[in-house]
C-alpha cells in the first residue's frame, strides 16, 4: 500500500496547456503539502493544507491553483503552463502533533515537462 | 528568513568510510531535525530525526546536534556504493520543515 501516491508520474505537454496533478494518503495525516523541486535539485513548498483549509501559500504564481476536498487529498491544478514549471512535483503529508509531528512523508513525484 | 545550508558537494569517499555530512541553520527556534536520502530519479525518504542536543544512532547512521552551534550532522559508518545519494537536511520550527539544497554523496568502490 502506497502511503502517499500522486499520479500521474510523468506528464508532458505544450506550453499553454491546462493540467492536473492528484494526491492521495492513507496515513490518516492531517496536513498535506505541495513542494517543487527544480533541475538544481532545490526542494521549496508550494502549498500546505490543514484539515481542507489552506495555511500556507509561498510566493507562487496565481496559475497554481491547491484543491483539498478532504484532509486526504490534495490536487494541484496548473493554468496556462509555461517553460519554467517544468520540474518535479512532489505532494507529501504528516502529523501536526509534538515534536517529531512535522515529520514530512512524500510522494513518488510527478515529472512535468512542459514543451 | 529561515535558512538551511549544506554544502553541495559532491563529497566523496571510499567503500568502507565514515561519510560526515553537515548543516547548518539560522533559526534558533528551530526544534526538530531531519535526514532525508533522495536517490536520482526517487523522492525523498526519511533517514532520521533528532531534537534533542546530542548524538542519536540508527544502524550505521548518526544524527549529530549542536543548537548553540546551530549545526546538524549525518554519520555514515562502512560506507556502501548503495549510499551514494543526495542528503537532505530539513529542518523545523513550529512548523513547516525548510530544507537545505542537498548534500551529493559518491562512495566509490
Known amino acids: 500500500d502506497t502511503a502517499v501516491s500522486q499520479t500521474p508520474k510523468y506528464l508532458v505537454t505544450q506550453m499553454g496547456n491546462d493540467k492536473s496533478i492528484k494526491c492521495e494518503q492513507n496515513l490518516g495525516h492531517d496536513t498535506m503539502y505541495w513542494y517543487k523541486q527544480d533541475s538544481k535539485k532545490f526542494l521549496k513548498i508550494m502549498f500546505s493544507?490543514?484539515?481542507?483549509?489552506?495555511?500556507i501559500n509561498e510566493t507562487v504564481p496565481n496559475r497554481f491553483s491547491p484543491k483539498s476536498p478532504d484532509k486526504a487529498h490534495l490536487n494541484l491544478h496548473i493554468n496556462s503552463l509555461e517553460l519554467g514549471d517544468s520540474a518535479v512535483y512532489f505532494c507529501?503529508?504528516?502529523?501536526?502533533?509534538?515534536?517529531?509531528?512535522?515529520?514530512?512523508?512524500f510522494g513518488e513525484g510527478s515529472w512535468l515537462t512542459v514543451v | 528568513q529561515k535558512e538551511v545550508e549544506q554544502n553541495s558537494g559532491p563529497l566523496s569517499v571510499p567503500e568502507g568510510a565514515i561519510a560526515s555530512l553537515n548543516c547548518t541553520y539560522s533559526?534558533?527556534?528551530?526544534?526538530?531535525f531531519f535526514w532525508y536520502r533522495q536517490y536520482s530519479g526517487k523522492s525523498p525518504e526519511l533517514i532520521m530525526f533528532i531534537y534533542s542536543n546530542g548524538d542519536k544512532e540508527d544502524g550505521r547512521f548518526t544524527a549529530q546536534l549542536n543548537k548553540a552551534s546551530q549545526y546538524v550532522s549525518l554519520l555514515i559508518r562502512d560506507s556502501q556504493p548503495s549510499d551514494s545519494a543526495t542528503y537532505l537536511c530539513a529542518v523545523s520550527g513550529s512548523y513547516i520543515p525548510t530544507f537545505g539544497r542537498g548534500t551529493s554523496l559518491i562512495v566509490h568502490p
Open positions: 493544507y490543514n484539515n481542507k483549509e489552506l495555511i
Open positions: 533559526d534558533r527556534g528551530s526544534q526538530s
Open positions: 507529501a503529508s504528516s502529523h501536526t502533533q509534538g515534536l517529531t509531528g512535522n515529520t514530512i512523508y
